[in-house]
């Protein structure tokens, strides 16, 4: 985040936000898609694959949000955009696109598929109930204490 936030305030000191270009994100589960916002088209500016997709946040001020891509042999661009309102729905979009491009990858290098949910219950539940008689049957075997009378 120090690295987000340093690019983040540079861009803020040389520049307001009012330089900056008007761009519409596109973010899918396999690619960020930048596009420049004309009249006429859109231009791609940036595409980046989430899977080179090295680190991303919101900055100090909610309205900022940025992320860094791996371009190859040690080489890596911060991009920073300003969101209106905030930046929280384009960190929870790019989010998920992470999350959803890790699933697939666990998926693909998974050889079995996961045990069925209802099994995991009866794991879970058997190992619950052990624990539980396990507790019982310590307290079963533990002395009363010896209160003194007055």
């Excluded at 794991?123 to 079963?140: A, E, H, M, W, Y």
């Amino acid at each position: 985040m120090d690295m987000i936030n340093g690019a983040i305030n540079s861009l803020m000191s040389n520049a307001g936000k009012e330089d900056w270009t008007p761009v519409l994100l596109n973010i899918a589960d396999a690619c960020i898609t930048v596009f420049e916002e004309k009249e006429e088209e859109e231009e791609v500016l940036v595409e980046c694959r989430v899977r080179f997709l090295c680190f991303m946040g919101v900055g100090r001020d909610v309205h900022t949000f940025a992320f860094i891509m791996d371009t190859g042999k040690q080489h890596f661009q911060c991009h920073v955009f300003w969101c209106d309102p905030n930046a929280g729905g384009v960190s929870e979009a790019v989010q998920s696109a992470c999350v959803l491009r890790y699933q697939k990858c666990l998926g693909k290098n998974s050889s079995s598929a996961p045990p069925p949910a209802d099994s995991v219950t009866r794991r879970v539940t058997s190992s619950v109930k052990r624990g539980v008689q396990s507790i019982i049957d310590t307290l079963k075997k533990k002395p009363a204490p010896d209160v003194p009378h007055q």
